[in-house]
């Protein structure tokens, strides 16, 4: 059974930052690829950034570039979205996803609130 847990939302200010992280159990961590998304109120769930099972490979969203980095720790089977220079269009509830040959595991999800 693969569990997914998100921790590390919050309430800060525009400008400021923070560092989502998502801690990985069950299965092989280093043998999946690695995704945040975000789901803001009244709006579908969109992707962020992803990395891929090797850490090699890295992408993000339009909206996200320059501002956010995903990284994952093997060692520690966790991945992590630092976040930089915060919106208030960032707000929502961001999700930690795993992905290994067409499975998908997702966590419950973190609150972070931007606030203006």
């Known amino acids: 059974q693969v569990r997914l847990v998100e921790s590390g939302g919050g309430l800060v200010q525009a400008g400021d930052s923070l560092r989502l992280s998502c801690a990985v159990s069950?299965?092989?961590?280093?043998?999946?690829?690695v995704a945040w998304f975000r789901q803001a109120p009244g709006k579908e769930r969109e992707f962020v950034a992803v990395?891929?099972?090797?850490?090699?490979?890295?992408n993000y969203a339009d909206f996200v570039k320059g501002r956010f980095a995903i990284s994952r720790d093997n060692a520690k089977n966790t991945v992590y979205l630092q976040m930089n220079s915060l919106k208030p269009e960032d707000t929502g509830v961001y999700y930690c996803?795993?992905?290994?040959?067409?499975?998908?595991?997702w966590g419950q999800g973190t609150q972070v609130t931007v606030s203006s």
């Open positions: 996803r795993a992905d290994q040959l067409g499975s998908e595991y």
């Open positions: 990395r891929s099972w090797n850490g090699y490979n890295s």
């Open positions: 069950g299965g092989i961590f280093s043998t999946y690829a």
